[in-house]
């Protein structure tokens, strides 16, 4: 018995986990955070009132009254069980970092006391040498620093207080995706407020964008996925052939959860819960195997520090239950990938969806402004957009039948092109409606659900929302909102700009806007599309409406540092040069170092587990046709497998020795663009060449023999 065998007939024995005892959410929602509540119980009321105004505002928090928040953080901290303290933040790396120090300080006389000061609280600074800072500082250079979000509550997992974290150099510049992110929002608010005053709103003192990230991810028993050295290095499957039923029945799709999977699933719920993540909605996803979370839509800050800590809990727990939680956009070749949809919407300071098309006249024509703005947004920028979904697992999943394609445009829905094409033509398509006079006359009510569902479209307008379908599920949301919301803001301040000078120089808004949106609308109309994004006819209908198809992450990488992206960022203060440069040596060399840890993998697995057990079944198979022909004249059918048997086990040694010299060759690179390049167009394919051969030998020898757990083992056993 080989240890794939006695990995399956140790599943086949195990029980499900028992069901974890019932939880009252209202009971532990948040119990774990120190939020704004505990803070009003423990601070003094005008510390509390300085602390609410500067979390509101945004800003860092002022050093007068740090002690004493530091002194009331540490001592709620310590009541809830906690002995360190740690600056959580989110490096270049795309996941998160922690350095843990007690609160213990040595006395001088053999004892110690528990401190944290406010300078404590306010700044730390890691070691920043071994994070990825393309070039913004050299190796010796070690200073980073973090700063406190208070923006974002601090929270106790295990028995260590996290202080959520800003991460930048010694020189100011970021070192991580969160200072971007602030900064894109204030851009976004700074430039709707503008939008918002031209419409007689003056109370409105901010606009913020919200989001509700989806996020998928697939489940592997765990004595299975340590017999797959990719799955447990790379996250996913490097060679493996489609079991007999995959998908095709779509019964898996939200169908009944297994018993042991649901036990997963409420203790990722009751954790998160007890960390105040409004975790939502679960199911069964469309793959076997696979699955979805789901919370309520929050600020999109916040919801960027929920979706790390989703992803971290949802690998911590996965092996108490003997799984490990694949979050890879494609970890088995033939079935859904993973993804990552990203629900934005904005609303103003008095909870006003500024998306939400509203019921009066006004309130619709302030949508249309926004609606417009998103056009441009994503017309203009599409380049931009496309940089918040790059990576080399997203790369397996764009446009492959289970997710939008790279070519990124908007759905909007019957209905609401029909009120763009009667803004911009004067003509209804539908009957019963009427022309309309934009802001003053006969827009109709619009009811919520405007439109169907697109799974093709990258970003499709569902109500009072866009949903951005491209993300990768392994892919923090930061990168896709920074994107978004500094694209929006460039928008907004075009449009603002115009409005403004126009209705100063004594034109009515109502006016203004008659000629402003229908030219928006005709403008931008290119970048619309209803229709089927996997139809053959799609990329030519794209190229010749002059959208761009950025197929790759290097294509869309290489893009970085042109005009039309830079100056998005720029011209809203979100990222500098150098910062963008680096963050595009950063990714470039992170795709590169991705497809070249796959490739060893390959060499590795197929060289000292695949080779050995081919070489050994064609010998048998040899065997087999010198003893058919010792009783026999007919050994066609056993030559015939022997002779396939060593062509494939000849070919897999041919194509390895190609991957192995265009591996060389990635190494070798004077840089990350010549790095990626190779990657991109030297590695990939001989990788492709090789799995094909593997797979030919896993669907030709006995499964017994088999060294590797296979995809039906791995998809169905839960």
């Not at 010694?170 to 407020?193: F, H, N, T, V």
């Not at 009751?270 to 069964?284: E, M, Q, S």
């Not at 956009?329 to 990203?342: D, I, L, Y």
């Not at 609308?521 to 209803?530: D, G, I, K, L, S």
Request: aromatic letters at 6%; hydrophobic letters at 40%.
């Amino acid at each position: 018995m080989n240890a794939r065998t006695d990995a399956i007939r140790q599943i086949a024995q195990s029980h499900p986990n028992h069901q974890p005892p019932a939880t009252e959410i209202d009971a532990i929602f948040g119990c774990d955070v120190f939020s704004l509540d505990i803070l009003q119980k423990r601070l003094p009321k005008p510390v509390f009132r300085m602390l609410k105004a500067t979390i509101a505002r945004g800003e860092r928090l002022d050093p007068d009254i740090a002690d004493t928040v530091a002194c009331a953080m540490k001592d709620w901290a310590i009541s809830k069980g906690a002995t360190h303290y740690t600056h959580w933040f989110q490096p270049m790396t795309g996941l998160t970092a922690e350095k843990h120090d007690a609160f213990l300080t040595p006395t001088g006389e053999g004892r110690v006391i528990n401190e944290f000061s406010g300078k404590m609280l306010i700044c730390g600074e890691p070691d920043a040498s071994s994070f990825p800072s393309g070039g913004l500082r050299s190796t010796f250079e070690a200073r980073g620093y973090t700063a406190w979000d208070p923006t974002v509550p601090a929270f106790i997992i295990g028995r260590t207080l996290h202080v959520p974290t800003l991460f930048y150099s010694y020189s100011g510049e970021a070192l991580d995706r969160k200072i971007p992110l602030m900064r894109s929002i204030s851009a976004l608010s700074r430039q709707a407020l503008r939008i918002l005053r031209l419409f007689g709103n003056h109370t409105a003192t901010f606009v913020r964008p919200s989001v509700g990230p989806e996020q998928e991810y697939f489940l592997v028993d765990r004595r299975l996925a340590a017999l797959r050295p990719d799955l447990l290095l790379a996250g996913r499957t490097l060679m493996g052939t489609p079991p007999a039923k995959g998908q095709e029945m779509e019964d898996h799709y939200f169908g009944s959860i297994p018993a042991r999977v649901m036990a997963f699933m409420q203790d990722v719920e009751d954790a998160l819960f007890r960390l105040g993540i409004p975790a939502k909605t679960r199911h069964n996803e469309v793959a076997p195997g696979q699955f979805e979370i789901a919370p309520i839509y929050e600020d999109a800050n916040i919801a960027t520090d929920h979706n790390m800590l989703i992803m971290n809990l949802l690998h911590e727990i996965a092996p108490r239950h003997d799984f490990i939680c694949l979050l890879h956009e494609k970890p088995f070749a033939g079935v859904n990938g993973s993804g990552k949809h990203n629900n934005w919407s904005i609303s103003d300071s008095e909870g006003n969806n500024l998306l939400d098309p509203g019921k009066t006249p006004l309130d619709n024509a302030q949508f249309l402004v926004f609606l417009a703005a998103v056009l441009r947004a994503v017309h203009k920028h599409s380049a931009a957009l496309r940089l918040g979904t790059v990576g080399a697992g997203n790369d397996h999943r764009l446009g492959a039948n289970e997710a939008p394609p790279a070519i990124i445009s908007v759905y909007l829905g019957d209905m609401l092109t029909d009120v763009i094409d009667t803004i911009m033509n004067g003509v209804t398509h539908k009957p019963g409606r009427t022309s309309m006079e934009i802001g003053v006359s006969s827009l109709p009510p619009l009811p919520v659900d405007l439109s169907d569902r697109n799974r093709t479209s990258p970003f499709a307008f569902t109500g009072n929302k866009f949903e951005f379908r491209a993300v990768g599920s392994s892919q923090s949301i930061a990168p896709v909102n920074i994107a978004l919301n500094t694209a929006m803001a460039c928008a907004l301040d075009d449009i603002a700009t115009e409005l403004e000078a126009t209705v100063g120089s004594g034109t009515s808004l109502n006016a203004a806007l008659q000629e402003l949106l229908p030219r928006l609308f005709r403008e931008h109309q290119a970048v619309v599309f209803n229709g089927n994004g996997y139809s053959e006819e799609w990329p030519v209908e794209a190229a010749r409406r002059g959208l761009p198809n950025l197929a790759t992450t290097v294509d869309a990488l290489e893009r970085y540092n042109t005009p039309e992206v830079m100056d998005v960022f720029l011209r809203q203060n979100v990222l500098s040069e150098r910062e963008m440069l680096a963050r595009q040596e950063i990714l470039l060399d992170t795709y590169a170092k991705t497809i070249a840890i796959e490739a060893s993998l390959m060499l590795d697995m197929s060289r000292t587990q695949i080779l050995p057990v081919a070489l050994q079944e064609q010998a048998a198979a040899a065997d087999l046709v010198l003893k058919t022909r010792a009783v026999s004249t007919e050994a066609a059918m056993e030559e015939e497998r022997f002779t396939c048997l060593r062509g494939h086990t000849v070919g897999l040694n041919g194509t390895l020795s190609a991957l192995e010299q265009q591996l060389a060759a990635l190494r070798a690179a004077a840089d990350a663009h010549t790095a990626a390049r190779i990657a991109r167009d030297g590695v990939v394919p001989a990788m492709q060449a090789c799995r094909e051969h593997c797979d030919a030998l896993e669907r030709m020898l006995n499964a017994a023999v088999w060294p590797l757990p296979s995809y039906a083992e791995m998809l169905w056993l839960h």
